[in-house]
């Protein structure tokens, strides 16, 4: 069945320091939407990528979705503490209904 | 507007009782889903209504778990009889559709099973 993986799994950067996580699909999406959920809270979606190759930025997050529309990427410029929290992937299969949620990249920011 | 409203917050049960939790989506939000999502990983799609008909159930553990969103709108998610393991977060949320749009979630149930 489909899966989607992230890594890393954890990232402790300094804040001011730039952020990557990265997510991979094993079967072609149809679109990848990304969500950030703070400690003790739910995710909050940010945005949905549809188009091979698609960059799209809000603000310091720079979301990118693959040629091949099976990867995709999130880059966070010049962390910042309330930048912390865990970003999900979440990709829809091509002809599928199943949005698959991957297992979250853990931010900390250190001050 | 508002958000999507779940209750209760919290819940302490004993294995093998049963448990129900609500969740009203947002107003005209066709599409509504459950999540679980165990400390540490990420949300597991449980079932997913479009209006009051069920799209999606393949993950959902049959013999103990059930949903129901009656008229299209509010719906309930209920264990029967629960495990250790069934201890978790539920998520509900909803969508305008489950292609070109983004899912609202709700704040969720922590749920204990001790």
């Known amino acids: 069945g489909q899966q989607v993986m992230q890594i890393p799994q954890y990232q402790h950067v300094q804040e001011g320091e730039d952020f990557t996580t990265y997510c991979n699909s094993s079967t072609t999406l149809s679109n990848i939407q990304w969500y950030k959920q703070r400690p003790g809270g739910h995710p909050v979606f940010l945005i949905q990528?549809?188009?091979?190759?698609e960059v799209k930025k809000q603000k310091r997050l720079t979301f990118q979705f693959g040629e091949a529309k099976k990867n995709s990427s999130l880059h966070i410029t010049a962390t910042q503490t309330t930048d912390v929290g865990t970003y999900f992937c979440?990709?829809?299969?091509?002809?599928?209904?199943?949005?698959?949620f991957g297992a979250g990249t853990r931010l900390f920011v250190k001050a | 507007e508002a958000g999507v409203a779940q209750s209760p917050r919290y819940k302490i049960i004993e294995k093998r009782q049963s448990v129900a939790f609500w969740c009203n989506p947002i107003?005209?939000?066709?599409?509504l889903y459950w999540y679980q999502q165990i400390l540490g990983q990420g949300p597991k799609l449980l079932i997913q209504?479009?209006?009051?008909?069920?799209?999606?159930d393949s993950q959902l553990p049959k013999d103990r778990f059930s949903a129901e969103r009656l008229k299209g709108v509010d719906s309930t998610l209920k264990i029967q009889p629960a495990k250790l393991e069934d201890s978790a977060v539920y998520l509900c949320?909803?969508?305008?559709?489950?292609?070109?749009?983004?899912?609202?979630f709700g704040s969720g149930t922590r749920l204990t099973v001790v």
């Open positions: 949320a909803s969508s305008q559709d489950s292609e070109n749009y983004g899912y609202t």
């Open positions: 979440a990709g829809r299969n091509t002809g599928g209904f199943k949005t698959i």
């Open positions: 209504f479009q209006n009051n008909g069920v799209v999606d």
């Open positions: 107003s005209g939000h066709a599409t």
């Open positions: 990528l549809v188009k091979s190759g």
